[in-house]
């Protein structure tokens, strides 16, 4: 069974489902340091750990992830396709800095243990799942 080709986004579904994306992911990590933080002693010293660069981080990320999106929509046929494939190997080369971190937590600027940074693994699994997620539920409902 096949299925069309998924056609160029509308600037306004593009906005509208890129917006959603991002804000869904700032509150997926919003919501994921509340609940870890609960269960989990979370480092009060490891800066990434604290709510206002969790915001900052995630939205920056996710709106570089939403311009992307709004080139692969210029350049491809099918861009919600080609964007999913760039915005997982995206996530995997996100992990990069954090492995590097739990094996040789010494040489990262920020600080922390070895496992903050697996801890921090955490947060993008929820920012990269709501924000793949939402953008492409509401990007094919368009």
């Known amino acids: 069974m096949s299925t069309p080709a998924q056609t160029r986004l509308s600037n306004r579904t593009l906005l509208r489902a890129g917006g959603a994306a991002v804000a869904a992911a700032v509150a997926a990590n919003i919501v994921t340091r509340l609940i870890l933080g609960a269960i989990v002693p979370l480092s009060p010293d490891f800066m990434p750990f604290a709510l206002g660069p969790i915001i ?41 800095p954090n492995l590097a971190g739990a094996t040789n937590p010494s040489a990262m600027p920020m600080g922390g243990s070895g496992t903050d940074y697996l801890i921090l693994i955490i947060f993008h699994i929820a920012a990269a799942v709501a924000f793949l997620g939402v953008l492409n539920v509401l990007a094919r409902r368009a």
């Open 56 to 96: 900052t981080f995630t939205l920056l990320f996710t709106l570089i992830g939403v311009g992307v999106l709004a080139v692969v929509n210029r350049v491809v046929a099918n861009p919600l396709r080609t964007y999913n494939i760039i915005g997982v190997i995206a996530f995997f080369v996100s992990l990069i």
